[in-house]
């Protein structure tokens, strides 16, 4: 009788260590979610996404003005919202992504003179305009003092409502966006797997289907393993040192580029894949290669018709997983892509992907964390939309199968 | 005068230092039912990977001695393995359809054959399905995964992929050993209906299968073959004693 107590405390005890090792992760998950998700929530909207991350500075002149603004303020508008009867404008008080006071456009009526605004830098500019959303930083007067944003809107919209006429108002885009680095990111995602994904794969039917299992497939084999170990920050160094060069020699670019991250990428990659494209074809039953045999279809054929479709979940899953390396990946990525944030992205020059966005705006002094929060929720929300649209296939892919 | 397909003579394999067959020589007759029988190990399935070559693609393992089909010598050097495979078909232990739709299944042979025409390769699907009694229950989900039929309906559809590439000879490796008495007697109904056109070889456990569809009895045992002749001789008066205590239940 006391054995079996003795070895239901011992089982009891055990168990318990495997619950509580496995509580461990779930514990440091939800902590890294709810830190990114507490200091990032708050940024976090469409505009984001598709801003840019440079503001654009705007200097607004007006010429003399005749007919004023008749609108009243309109009733949406709030408490905050400081409104000129005058001139039409609403301003209100805000605090932008890097975290500073800022003054924000909330409205502007239809018959405000504002719209009769030019650009004071280029006079043939059409497209410029004064828009809800805008910063406006400081209204500069011809007779007195200028009105400066770090006053406050209040005190920006009482100075222009007593006067008829201004120099100049200074204004721009939001900025702060990922439009850029989404994009980078993008096609640095494509082109990688481009790369990677035939030579992987390729490389993987090889190993398992053709290559005999002498002395010179298990050296490339423990090539391979040992390329997956290899911190990835030497790849960049690779990169910096091979791919770099051979872009700025074989294409437009004039130094570190897409292109050169992309080809960089896939070499990390490559190891990744080809293991798992290997263990995905080697759970391929040995039945559906002598089936094939059997009917007389030599080994490329099965190889290519019978095995490779049956082992495509498997490789499927690959992707995913080296997709989401791309997105992660910044230590190699500062070398061999760049670290500038840019707007205007093309594939033979600089700009960055959303993991070293964060890593740019984390050297930032002061840091942004809200930022680099917000990012780290818009690259996890990406992976998870990929893993689903990944499950869904090798589902679908499955059924008709 | 018998009309053989198969001349076998002296045949030898050896699977690393292990022989699992020895000098067996016999003759197999053409739109003829060969059952071979004998205890488990006893090489029959070996033997039967021997006549579509099957067996090359077992890292270590050495065959000697002649297998005659069509008086040609298919161990012999510079034979066409691919053509060779085309006019003998097989049919494995375990129903193995590939995970494509059913009728991709059927013209999977044919189209590594080079074969393109969609009326043709359509023609093809029909007749097999039809020869392999599995028209009726298919016609109407060719597109379906060939993995959602029932067992017995995967290893009819096995066979018809088999006739899909309009074989001389058909092998069969256990087909029923994975499946149910109705499932079983839907196999055995079915080949007797193919031994009109086809030379069958079939590796079976059962004596009663043997008995009931066979034309031809082998009985191998340890490597070698015992005895071979009509099954209504080996299964009423065997010239052997093995091969009687074997048929009667007493080994094996």
């Given at each position: 009788m006391s054995m079996s107590n003795k070895r239901k405390r011992k089982d009891f005890v055990l168990q318990a260590i495997t619950y509580a090792a496995s509580l461990i992760g779930v514990f440091i998950l939800s902590l890294i979610i709810i830190f990114i998700f507490k200091n990032g929530v708050g940024l976090i909207n469409w505009d984001l996404v598709t801003n840019d991350y440079h503001a654009q500075y705007y200097n607004g002149g007006i010429n003399e003005i005749e007919i004023f603004s008749k609108t009243v303020k309109p009733s949406e508008l709030s408490e905050s919202d400081f409104y000129s009867n005058k001139w039409g404008l609403a301003l209100t008080d805000d605090i932008n992504r890097e975290g500073r006071a800022i003054v924000v456009v909330s409205y502007l009526a239809n018959d405000s003179p504002l719209h009769d605004m030019y650009d004071k830098n280029d006079l043939e500019n059409n497209t410029f305009a004064l828009e809800i959303g805008n910063i406006v930083s400081s209204i500069k007067f011809e007779n007195k003092e200028s009105a400066l944003s770090v006053y406050g809107a209040e005190k920006m919209i009482n100075a222009l409502e007593n006067e008829t006429e201004f120099r100049e108002i200074v204004f721009s885009s939001l900025g702060g966006g990922i439009r850029g680095s989404l994009i980078t990111t993008l096609y640095t995602i494509f082109f990688t797997l481009i790369f990677a994904l035939p030579t992987g794969v390729c490389s993987a039917l090889y190993l398992t289907?053709?290559?005999?299992?002498?002395q010179f497939t298990r050296i490339i084999r423990g090539m391979i393993d040992m390329l997956t170990g290899v911190p990835s920050i030497i790849f960049g160094l690779m990169g910096l040192a091979v791919f770099v060069p051979l872009t700025i020699r074989y294409t437009p670019a004039s130094g570190a580029n897409i292109l050169s991250g992309s080809l960089t990428l896939a070499v990390i990659l490559l190891p990744i894949i080809i293991r798992s494209t290997e263990e995905s074809l080697k759970i391929v039953p040995d039945e559906y290669r002598f089936a094939s045999l059997a009917l007389g279809a030599n080994k490329t054929q099965t190889t290519f018709r019978v095995v490779l479709p049956s082992a495509l979940p498997g490789i499927l899953t690959a992707t995913l997983l080296a997709i989401g390396r791309v997105i992660g990946e910044s230590a190699a990525l500062i070398f061999a892509i760049g670290t500038a944030v840019k707007d205007e992205i093309s594939i033979f020059g600089k700009s960055t992907t959303l993991a070293v966005h964060i890593w740019s705006l984390m050297t930032?002094?002061?840091?942004n964390i809200e930022l680099a929060s917000t990012i780290s929720i818009i690259i996890l929300i990406i992976v998870l939309v990929l893993n689903l649209l990944v499950k869904l296939l090798s589902k679908a892919y499955l059924r008709n199968a | 005068m018998v009309n053989n397909i198969f001349t076998i003579s002296n045949l030898n394999l050896e699977y690393g230092s292990f022989q699992a067959l020895k000098q067996i020589s016999l003759n197999i007759e053409n739109k003829k039912v060969t059952a071979l029988i004998g205890p488990?190990?006893?090489?029959k399935t070996s033997f039967l990977r021997c006549l579509n070559r099957m067996?090359?693609?077992?890292?270590?393992c050495k065959v000697s001695g002649d297998v005659l089909y069509h008086e040609e010598n298919i161990y012999g050097k510079n034979y066409n393995v691919i053509s060779l495979r085309t006019k003998v078909g097989m049919v494995f232990q375990k129903p193995n359809p590939f995970p494509m739709s059913i009728y991709e299944n059927i013209a999977y042979g044919p189209k590594c054959q080079g074969l393109k025409n969609k009326n043709e390769l359509n023609r093809i699907v029909e007749m097999s399905l039809k020869k392999s009694a599995l028209w009726e229950e298919v016609k109407d989900r060719l597109k379906n995964s060939a993995l959602s039929l029932s067992g017995g309906q995967q290893q009819r559809l096995c066979i018809a992929r088999a006739i899909a590439m309009e074989p001389e000879v058909i092998l069969m490796d256990e087909?029923?050993?994975?499946?149910d008495p109705i499932a079983t007697l839907k196999i055995e109904q079915l080949i007797n209906d193919l031994k009109e056109n086809y030379a069958i070889v079939i590796v079976t456990h059962s004596m009663q299968q043997a008995a009931r569809i066979s034309d031809n009895t082998a009985f191998f045992l340890m490597g070698e073959l015992v005895e071979y002749d009509e099954t209504d001789i080996i299964f009423s008066t065997p010239s052997n004693s093995k091969t009687e205590e074997y048929i009667t239940g007493r080994f094996g």
């Open positions: 289907e053709f290559a005999k299992n002498n930032d002094e002061p840091a | 488990s190990g006893c090489g067996n090359d693609l077992i890292s270590d087909p029923t050993s994975a499946l």
